[in-house]
Nanobody, 123 residues
Framework: QVQLVESGGGLVQAGDSLRLSCAASGRTESSYAVGWFRQAPGKERAFVAAINWGGGSTYYADSVKGRFTISRDNAKNTVSLQMNSLKPEDTAVYYC????????????????WGQGTQVTVSS
């Protein structure tokens, strides 16, 4: 199983940018997809973005398309989420997750989760 640790969260103003990182360890020799999810107060955890092992396929929630970009560096076992033009409604705890495919991440249960990192966007 892959273990995940997120970093890069913080407090920013609307319109600012922030870059989240997800560092993987453990069974990283096996191919795995990685996704980002977020959970705002009082809401369910929601899919944000996902990327396959090779990095050639990416998926985004409609609410972040054109503003967020997911990427990965398999040599460093890291996945990043570049977040631009942040809005107050992007405020949430952001989690990265790993699974066998982007389909499983988007529609099923990931195999592992990170502990989350808080992103707060002030208006």
């Amino acid at each position: 199983q892959v273990q995940l640790v997120e970093s890069g969260g913080g407090l920013v103003q609307a319109g600012d940018s922030l870059r989240l990182s997800c560092a993987a360890s453990g069974r990283t020799e096996s191919s795995y997809a990685v996704g980002w999810f977020r959970q705002a107060p009082g809401k369910e955890r929601a899919f944000v973005a996902a990327i396959n092992w090779g990095g050639g396929s990416t998926y985004y929630a409609d609410s972040v398309k054109g503003r967020f970009t997911i990427s990965r560096d398999n040599a460093k076992n890291t996945v990043s989420l570049q977040m631009n033009s942040l809005k107050p409604e992007d405020t949430a705890v952001y989690y990265c997750a790993a699974g066998g495919s982007t389909f499983r991440l988007r529609f099923g249960a990931p195999d592992s989760w990170g502990q989350g990192t808080q992103v707060t966007v002030s208006s």
